[in-house]
Nanobody, 123 residues
Framework: QVQLVESGGGLVQAGDSLRLSCAAS????????MGWFRQAPGKEREFVAG????????YYTDSVKGRFAISRDNTKNTVYLQMNDLKPEDTAVYYC????????????????WGQGTQVTISS
């Protein structure tokens, strides 16, 4: 059973940066496609970024391209989401997700989810 634990959320001002981390355990991390999703109050959960297993091809939703960067460290079983130039509309609970399927990482194909970490951006 894969377990995912997110960290790094918080309250920051617009224009600031945050780095989210997601530590995985219980599976072969290097074989997993990893993703970050977010859910704002009153809205559906949406894809933010994804990274395939080797090669580590990355994917982003349009609203975060050029500001967010997903990366992974297979030696630490951890995936990161570096978020720069944050905007109030980035406010949401951010979730880490994992799948071992060979599927489109931008869709909801994930089998394992973390508990989420709150990111709040003040204007």
């Amino acid at each position: 059973q894969v377990q995912l634990v997110e960290s790094g959320g918080g309250l920051v001002q617009a224009g600031d940066s945050l780095r989210l981390s997601c530590a995985a355990s219980g599976g072969t991390f290097s074989s997993a496609t990893m993703g970050w999703f977010r859910q704002a109050p009153g809205k559906e959960r949406e894809f933010v970024a994804g990274i395939r297993r080797w090669p580590s091809v990355t994917y982003y939703t349009d609203s975060v391209k050029g500001r967010f960067a997903i990366s992974r460290d297979n030696t630490k079983n951890t995936v990161y989401l570096q978020m720069n130039d944050l905007k109030p509309e980035d406010t949401a609970v951010y979730y880490c997700a994992a799948t071992f399927k060979i599927a489109d990482p931008t869709t909801d194909v994930y089998d394992y989810w973390g508990q989420g970490t709150q990111v709040t951006i003040s204007s």
